[in-house]
């Protein structure tokens, strides 16, 4: 059936009506009176989401050159930083640092588990002639569904005093209680087609006061990509190049049905489906890849062997519809990922779920019949 497609990718995630309406719209001037005070409404919600008096900037790129602009903007080439890798995003921070000369240290986990805290404290503790200049963390990691304890290690950042703590919120932010001001974090990435309910093609990076200290020292060459353009546009409700503007209607829309719903409602409903999909995987007899304790709330990575991942994903996709994630780099084929990020419902859920069972019967797996839905249907509202 046509336009029936359903997404359960952690990103792009699904788009409310609302906002595919609102894009659909003729583009207007971006250097207009209109246009800025939509830039205005833009960057009151954004801190609002980030819970920050910082500026939140948007450019016009995924949440990789998000992540980039954290690096060349506040860092200089030979800097010592130390890089979370325990996923593929992690890897792809400790991959930009690489490209760019600086000295980085990876403090690495296995795929699957979270970060070990007390490893960053210890480097920290150690670095008395405060040669780290920089903490780079993957709050959520995508690619296994664990989310790291950024709260902890954000506290260790602080209490060695120099570096910047420089953070992928990418599939936290709107998922997940990311207090930026409370955190005292210094940058922060994200990308719109993850937590923000809109397609993808902005990343928003949010700057704290020490940071745009440490931008005054970056020795890194940038144009397009520097930051203090963009500080500069944003405190004339502008933009210091030519936005999506169209996006940025969606965005606009989407913010304020965040807002309508409130901090607490989003995080509320993130932590419930997550805690049906994993109670409902558990019901089926597959096993959740990620610890329950370090669980994020935007994806749930599952492991189905012995049936096979890929088997699972063909029937969703061509029976029902149903775009699942697979496994990333030596995961492929191994497991299979549930988003449940962004405009996602019970009902969605639970649309999911039943799908799944239906898949699972087809593939001749041995389960007591329903007992995904019921265990997710327990835990819903
Ligand atoms: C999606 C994602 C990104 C950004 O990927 P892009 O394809 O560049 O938007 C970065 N980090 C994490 C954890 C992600 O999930």
Not at 78 to 97: E, H, M, S, T, Y
Request: glycine share 10%.
């Amino acid at each position: 059936m046509e336009d029936k497609h359903m997404l359960m990718i952690p990103g792009p995630t699904p788009v409310p009506e609302k906002v595919l309406l609102a894009m659909a719209k003729r583009p207007i001037g971006h250097r207009s009176g209109d246009f800025s005070k939509i830039i205005a409404e833009i960057n009151d919600n954004l801190k609002w989401l980030h819970q920050t008096k910082n500026e939140v900037l948007s450019l016009n790129v995924s949440g990789t050159g998000a992540m980039e602009a954290g690096i060349i903007n506040f860092l200089s080439p030979g800097d010592k930083v130390l890089v979370g890798v325990n996923g593929k995003f992690g890897d792809r921070w400790a991959q930009i640092c690489e490209v760019f000369g600086l000295n980085t240290v990876r403090i690495s986990a296995d795929w699957g588990q979270s970060l070990d805290t007390e490893e960053f404290r210890s480097h920290l503790e150690a670095d008395s002639n405060k040669e780290i200049k920089g903490v780079i963390i993957t709050h959520s990691e995508t690619s296994t569904g664990v989310l790291n304890d950024l709260k902890t290690i954000s506290t260790y950042i602080k209490a060695h005093g120099t570096a910047l703590s420089i953070v992928d919120a990418v599939t936290s932010l709107g998922a997940y209680d990311v207090p930026v001001d409370g955190w005292e974090l210094d940058v922060v990435a994200s990308g719109s087609q993850k937590g923000y309910m809109i397609p993808p093609g902005l990343g928003f990076i949010s700057v704290s006061d020490k940071a745009w200290q440490a931008y005054e020292n970056c020795q890194f060459p940038r144009f397009y990509m520097d930051l203090g353009k963009y500080k500069k546009a944003n405190q004339k409700s502008s933009t210091p190049f030519t936005p999506p503007v169209n996006l940025m209607y969606g965005l606009q829309v989407a913010l304020q049905m965040m807002h309508r719903e409130g901090l607490e409602g989003i995080f509320s409903r993130h932590s419930r489906l997550t805690a049906a999909t994993r109670a409902a995987v558990k019901a089926l007899g597959l096993k959740t890849f990620a610890p329950d304790d370090c669980a994020s709330t935007a994806v749930t990575a599952v492991d189905p062997s012995p049936i096979g991942a890929e088997d699972i994903r063909k029937i969703m996709s061509s029976k029902y519809g149903i775009a699942l994630a697979g496994g990333q780099d030596h995961l492929k084929g191994k497991i299979f990922r549930v988003g449940h990020l962004g405009f996602v419902s019970d009902r969605d859920m639970l649309t999911g779920i039943a799908c799944l069972e239906s898949t699972l019967i087809e593939l001749g797996h041995n389960f007591s019949p329903q007992s995904g839905v019921k265990a997710a249907s327990a835990l819903m509202g």
